[in-house]
């Protein structure tokens, strides 16, 4: 199975029988393509070979240097590694055409991405991201020791 890239306009792109494709479309479209028996759905694919894709939300914070700009104008794909999903706005979703909407400060960004790209935006100032990504949770990996150590420090401080 390959996956690959492809941008619009796609026309001269091939596929493969066992290529995987990632489609940005409508639920409506979606279930057209696979009645025409265009495309098969792959279920939990993602889940399972592309564990370093994640979704975030992120803020275009106040004084951003990408608002009053589009996506497209942006090159945001190209520039963040990320794909903008959705846009929300004063609690409105916008998704359709988001590459032409102008971002604005405030606006909160649905995007996908690996993991490396986010950890990148965590550092810039440009966006702000609001998901916590796996690696800067506390490990859990010792949490028997150090249930341990309390008990014992709790019990030789109750002794004295």
Request: with cysteine; aromatic share 2%; glycine share 4%.
């Amino acid at each position: 199975m390959a996956l690959r890239s492809v941008r619009p306009p796609c026309v001269r792109a091939s596929c493969s029988a066992a290529d995987c494709l990632l489609l940005r479309c409508s639920r409506q479209e979606l279930l057209r393509l696979q009645q025409d028996r265009m495309v098969d759905l792959a279920g939990t694919l993602l889940a399972e070979e592309l564990p370093h894709i994640r979704h975030a939300e992120v803020l275009v914070p106040a004084d951003s240097l990408l608002a009053g700009a589009t996506l497209r104008e942006l090159r945001f794909h190209q520039r963040f590694n990320a794909t903008v999903l959705a846009v929300n706005r004063a609690n409105s979703t916008l998704r359709d055409r988001s590459r032409r909407v102008i971002l604005r400060e405030g606006d909160m960004l649905l995007l996908k991405a690996p993991l490396d790209a986010l950890r990148g935006l965590q550092q810039s100032s440009v966006l702000v991201v609001h998901d916590q990504l796996d690696d800067d949770l506390p490990s859990t990996r010792r949490k028997g020791l150090a249930i341990s150590v309390m008990l014992l420090c709790s019990c030789s401080l109750d002794s004295s």
